[in-house]
């Protein structure tokens, strides 16, 4: 797709699925949906061998639904058919319907913006502001989405820091995985230590029965460390992709928003009209309203897409673009993430099969057993590792909390953990998963907002997954060792 000359009526085809080149040892990774396919066909074959359980669902915490850890009891077996794997896929879409219109939504808006020309405006200031000193953007947005992150529990919001930095990451030089790196690993970072984290941290120690965001001391502890270790990989990623552009992981792909971006700030100044400045405070209007609507009224995506298709109009309406143009600009930014919104519903398919099948309660179950089994020294490592695995099935921090911390938690004190390293447990095999999972929803959309493949970001990824994990293991030990318990 060629660049217009028009650099208001440019963008970039985020979501395009670029062939990749073969490996040079022969080995080519399949495709996203040919992986998940696997993960999915493994799933049905699974309700062939695992007993079908259920355990009984009880009012918990803020009206949520959890459940009664002394009520399983197996069921009569549904393993599935022919029939419902077939169904599973469109099930899939239909659960994960709000990320999927949430994916949407958010494409085309930032393509209405990009139309306006204000993303182009801001892009140059920001350049020139920063080209000395570009490096420092970093980690000084990393502290700011992990702080934010840690204090709302809303990881999600990589969807809409991701378009917003992308323009600017790329103009200063670095690449599209940096851009992604800086929200996921961030946000990531923030929501694992979650020292004021409603949603994992808050939420589990309330199904705990523990004072709420107490053991304050070491979550904080935990923070500074993951943030600064994340922090440090994205910043030595970026210095490579500075030095030698060639080595980005995503150089091929990223052409298109280099030729759009990178040479911004050497080219004349843009000037922005009388239009698109009001635009421009108009956008930040509605930023501001998002983070309002959010802090104050605990919006989500359904609220948060809403916001973004009158801001896309508005802003739209403001800049001088026409009804029509307007339409355009989101129907391109549709096509543009289709490929990964199609991938969060598609994602959802495993978790729909074990479901359906009545086998998941049956998994939280046995591996509940498997945690008991393990020496008292190892037992809050075996928790962790137990969450980490769980969380590939639900990787929703609410939704894996109302499930394990039941179990968990009263299994703890008969093994010799505390509930408070329970919960550290739950956070960290919560959290450091879902950045690397494909059945993780935003995650996947926020990949497909960026053109980055799931494949590509696993290569950029595994090595810090694998310092973070052992940080992880590090204060577990600290916290068994001690008896933590943060009261």
């Known amino acids: 797709m060629s660049i217009q000359k028009n650099v208001a009526e440019e963008y970039i085809p985020v979501g395009r699925e670029v062939k990749e080149p073969p490996n040079k040892n022969g080995f080519q990774m399949p495709h996203i949906y040919v992986i998940l396919f696997i993960f999915s066909a493994i799933a049905a074959i699974t309700t062939y061998f695992v007993p079908s359980g259920t355990y009984e669902r009880i009012d918990g915490p803020e009206g949520r639904t959890t459940i009664d850890p002394d009520s399983y009891q197996t069921v009569e077996s549904t393993p599935t058919s022919l029939m419902d794997f077939m169904l599973a896929f469109p099930k899939g879409l239909e659960s994960a319907g709000t990320i999927v219109f949430f994916t949407f939504i958010i494409g085309g808006m930032f393509m209405v913006l990009r ?44 969807l809409v820091y991701v378009p917003v930095i992308l ?144 801001m896309g109009i508005v802003v739209g309406l403001i800049a001088g673009l026409s009804a029509s143009e307007i339409c355009e600009g989101f129907n391109e930014g549709f096509k ?8 969060v519903g598609v994602a959802r398919t495993v978790s729909v099969i074990l479901e359906d099948a009545q086998i998941m309660d049956t998994i939280v179950y046995g591996l509940g057993n498997v945690v008991g089994d393990f020496p008292s020294m190892f037992s809050a490592i075996g928790m962790f590792g137990i969450q980490l695995a769980f969380n590939f099935l639900v990787p929703s921090g609410s939704g894996q ?20 390293t329970a919960i550290l447990a739950f ?61």
């Open 336 to 343: 543009s993430v289709l490929l990964g919104a199609f991938i």
């Open 115 to 158: 139309k306006t020309g204000i993303i182009e405006n801001a892009v140059d200031a920001l350049t020139r502001t920063f080209s000395n000193k570009s490096l420092a953007v970093v980690p000084v947005l990393m502290t700011v989405f992990a702080v934010v992150c840690s204090l709302i529990g809303t990881q999600e919001l990589s």
């Open 167 to 310: 323009p600017l990451i790329i103009a200063l030089g670095y690449d599209s995985i940096t851009a992604v790196a800086i929200a996921l690993c961030a946000t990531t970072a923030g929501f694992t230590a979650g020292f004021l984290n409603p949603i994992n941290t808050g939420l589990g120690q309330k199904l705990a029965g523990l004072p709420l965001y107490s053991g304050f001391g070491l979550r904080l502890a935990a923070f500074f460390v993951i943030i600064a270790i994340g922090s440090w990989y994205v910043i030595r990623y970026a210095k490579k992709i500075k030095n030698d552009p060639t080595l980005s992981l995503v150089y091929d792909d990223d052409q298109e928003k280099r030729d759009l971006y990178r040479d911004i700030h050497h080219t004349k100044r843009f000037k922005a009209s009388k239009r698109q400045k009001a635009a421009s405070i108009a956008a930040l209007g509605f930023f501001g309203i998002l983070v309002y609507g959010v802090l104050q009224h605990g919006w989500f995506m359904l609220e948060m897409a809403g916001l973004f298709i009158m």
């Open 401 to 420: 909390a109302l499930v394990t911390i039941p179990i968990m938690a009263p299994l703890a004190e008969i093994i010799g953990v505390t509930k408070q």
């Open 427 to 487: 956070q960290f095999g919560d959290g450091l998963g879902n950045i690397l999972f494909p059945t993780s929803g935003y995650f996947m959309a926020t990949l497909a907002l960026a053109g980055v493949k799931w494949q590509t970001w696993v290569k950029f990824y595994l090595p810090l997954f694998g310092i973070w994990v052992g940080v992880a293991i590090l204060f577990l030990i600290l916290a068994q060792a001690i008896q933590w318990t943060g009261i």
